[in-house]
Nanobody, 122 residues
Framework: QLQASGGGLVQAGGSLRLSCAVS????????GAWLRQAPGKEREFVAA????????YYADSVRGRFTASRDNAKTTVYLEMNNLKPEDTAVYYC?????????????????WGRGTLVTVSS
């Protein structure tokens, strides 16, 4: 089970930190990812992080503003979002795949959690 949290309403230029708690799974290592879906748009990749944290991928639209991290002891993956823009408004989902690597494609992830809504006002 994956549970994303930390969404909310923030003004443009503000920051939020999303968390994704992973529980109930037996895989020893997993890649973590964040994806989002804006109203009327398809779900898109945002960020991914490998088990060690050494490999990270970001969508061009968020690179330099968003940072993925993780605490494996807490089985939690984070997404620090800074300098938020109205176009970042979306439901954010976390996903996982048993692996030590990280992946950019939505289809590469096996487990998905419920999303958390992020709304950025202008």
């Amino acid at each position: 089970q994956l549970q994303a949290s930390g969404g909310g309403l923030v003004q443009a230029g503000g920051s939020l930190r999303l968390s994704c708690a992973v529980s109930g799974h037996t895989f020893a290592t997993y890649a973590g990812a964040w994806l989002r879906q804006a109203p009327g748009k398809e779900r898109e990749f945002v960020a991914a992080i490998s088990w060690s944290g050494a490999i990270q991928y970001y969508a061009d639209s968020v690179r330099g503003r968003f940072t993925a991290s993780r605490d494996n002891a807490k089985t939690t993956v984070y997404l620090e979002m800074n300098n938020l823009k109205p176009e970042d408004t979306a439901v954010y989902y976390c996903a996982a795949r048993p692996s030590v690597l990280a992946y950019r494609e939505l289809r590469d992830y096996d487990y998905w959690g419920r999303g958390t809504l992020v709304t950025v006002s202008s």
